[in-house]
T-cell receptor, first 112, second 115 residues
């Protein structure tokens, strides 16, 4: 079945780069997403990557996709205290339902 | 100002009581979704609806019911059959035009607590 895994916690210092990792199992994934959740709030889409790409950059965010290893990462450059949140990766398993499978989330703590 | 609204922000349920969580969107999106979030876990899909008057069970539908009488509204009822309802509930919506990526947009969530 489909499964998406992430490490639970990452702590970095302000100004450093953060790298959040995700592994997934469904090789038929069409799109892979990164969402950010601040305390007590809904999910905010940060970025996404199509499964036939291996990299996407959007300002401070860089997404790397290794389809062979089913590994996705999100790099945040120059991490700020406002980046502290839970980050979820999700895979779209395609088809008409646009169904997403979410990882368990990684709590990013940015130390000043 | 388009978006998804959920109400209430906090909801308390007594034993044996049914409660209904509201989700409204003015994005003219076709599909709507309900997820449940528990601490330390990802989101799990409860129900989804791709079109008015039609909906399908997700991965954890037992103890829940939904309706989709209007395109903009997708209320979720947590019935007394749901034995562990305490969680954070998130509603999402998306266009369904096929082919292109269709991002799911999320509401702010409703936190349900059992008294």
């Amino acid at each position: 079945g489909e499964d998406v895994e992430q490490s639970l916690f990452l702590s970095v210092r302000e100004g450093d780069s953060s790298v959040i990792n995700c592994t997934y199992t469904d090789s038929s994934s069409t799109y892979l997403y990164w969402y950010k959740q601040e305390p007590g709030a809904g999910l905010q889409l940060l970025t996404y990557i199509f499964s036939n790409m291996d990299m996407k950059q959007d300002q401070r965010l860089t997404v790397l996709l290794n389809k062979k290893d089913k590994h996705l990462s999100l790099r945040i450059a120059d991490t700020q205290t406002g980046d502290s949140a839970i980050y979820f990766c999700a895979e779209s398993i395609g088809g008409a339902t646009n169904k997403l499978i979410f990882g368990t989330g990684t709590l990013l703590a940015v130390q000043p | 100002d388009g978006g998804i609204t959920q109400s209430p922000k906090y909801l308390f349920r007594k034993e044996g009581q049914n409660v209904t969580l509201s989700c409204e969107q003015n994005l003219n999106h076709d599909a709507m979704y309900w997820y449940r979030q528990d601490p330390g876990q990802g989101l799990r899909l409860i129900y989804y609806s791709q079109i008015v008057n039609d909906f399908q069970k997700g991965d954890i539908a037992e103890g829940y019911s939904v309706s989709r009488e209007k395109k903009e509204s997708f209320p979720l009822t947590v019935t007394s059959a749901q034995k562990n309802p305490t969680a954070f509930y998130l509603c999402a919506s998306t266009r369904t035009s096929g082919g292109a990526v269709e991002t799911q947009y999320f509401g702010p969530g409703t936190r349900l607590l059992v008294l």
